[in-house]
């Protein structure tokens, strides 16, 4: 209504200063009674009347439209009215909603074509990583040592890159179901050895075997290695550990992953989750991406799990896993 208005504020100056000017003629010409100008001037507003209310009307859809954002695109294909303005309007955004879907589909075709050619480099990358660990176990000389820890390192990054790739499709890969998290913790740890032993950090498990919590093995397993990966980079060569504590908190089951590292300065806090910041300690450490936490955030959120981080400079840092655990979870200890 307020937009019906403003757009005719100039029809509505332009007839009143119409109206003042046959008034005056009127008057310089002829000096009729007022019983003529009051006809007149009712005749006039009759007519203005009469046209605002058939124009409000027939473009009342219209002036609806341009006043209230839209809620999905489809909208932009609803038929406003029948007069040239509304069909004016209907013709341009359709148009635009044409393009639009054109241009979404060029780049959901370039993001398939994406994925698939990160799915297929991480595999062809995986091949001769794989051969070459078999040639080195057959190999004990500890000047081979450094190359299985760069093999490593190769290793969990073509694996930070296939599931980062593989966030774009998460609903068509994964699957919830009930998870034994000390199978997942177990397996972390075997995954992670060499990592711990060369940088002298020791795992430590306080968690029962027997708690499970619902959720995607796979994806809970990755989340968990980056988490790995953070607390022994950080705590290298100071002969710590690294613990995993499973625990309830009311209705939840919390998995927490502690070290005793250099800790986390208080100003990098806000930013902790974002991708690619690696903060005053990524400064110092070289090998940090900054993709870790963000991932795990990401990861988390799409199975509803909550993530908690507290640390402190020089103390360690602490990362927990908060899920919703069903009752029997809950009656099993």
């Not at 699957?175 to 940088?199: A, D, Y």
């Not at 199975?303 to 020089?314: I, Y």
């Amino acid at each position: 209504m307020r937009l019906f208005w403003k757009e005719h504020i100039p029809l509505l100056l332009s007839w009143f200063l119409q109206l003042s000017l046959m008034t005056g003629v009127f008057w310089m010409v002829g000096n009729p009674s007022a019983s003529i100008l009051t006809y007149f001037a009712l005749l006039s507003i009759s007519v203005l009347t009469g046209y605002l209310g058939f124009r409000f009307l027939s473009h009342y859809r219209f002036y609806f439209r341009l006043s209230q954002p839209m809620e999905t695109l489809n909208e932009s294909i609803e038929k406003t009215g029948d007069s040239p303005l509304p069909e004016a309007l209907d013709g341009l955004l359709k148009s635009q909603y044409r393009l639009y879907q054109q241009k979404l589909y060029q780049y959901e075709r370039g993001r398939r074509d994406y994925i698939t050619f990160i799915n297929q480099w991480v595999h062809q990358m995986k091949t001769p990583l794989s051969v070459m660990d078999l040639m080195l176990q057959e190999e004990t000389a500890p000047r081979f040592d450094p190359v299985r820890d760069e093999l490593d390192k190769l290793g969990r990054g073509l694996e930070t890159v296939l599931y980062n790739a593989r966030l774009e499709v998460f609903d068509r890969d994964f699957h919830v179901q009930p998870v034994q998290l000390g199978t997942v913790i177990s397996e972390v740890i075997r995954q992670n050895k060499r990592l711990f032993i060369r940088n002298c950090v020791y795992p430590e498990v306080k968690a029962n075997p027997d708690w499970k919590v619902e959720s995607d093995e796979k994806w809970l397993i990755f989340v968990l290695g980056q988490l790995v990966t953070n607390a022994v980079r950080y705590s290298a060569g100071s002969g710590s550990k690294v613990t995993f504590s499973v625990f309830p908190r009311g209705r939840q089951v919390v998995l927490e992953v502690r070290d005793w590292g250099v800790g986390i300065p208080e100003h990098d806090f806000p930013r902790l989750f974002d991708p690619c910041f690696t903060g005053e300690n990524g400064r110092i450490y070289s090998e940090s991406t900054g993709m870790g936490l963000y991932l795990v955030r990401q990861v988390c959120d799409k199975l509803d799990h909550k993530v908690e981080l507290e640390s402190r400079r020089g103390e360690g840092t602490a990362v927990r896993l908060v899920f919703s655990a069903p009752l029997s979870s809950l009656t099993s200890k």
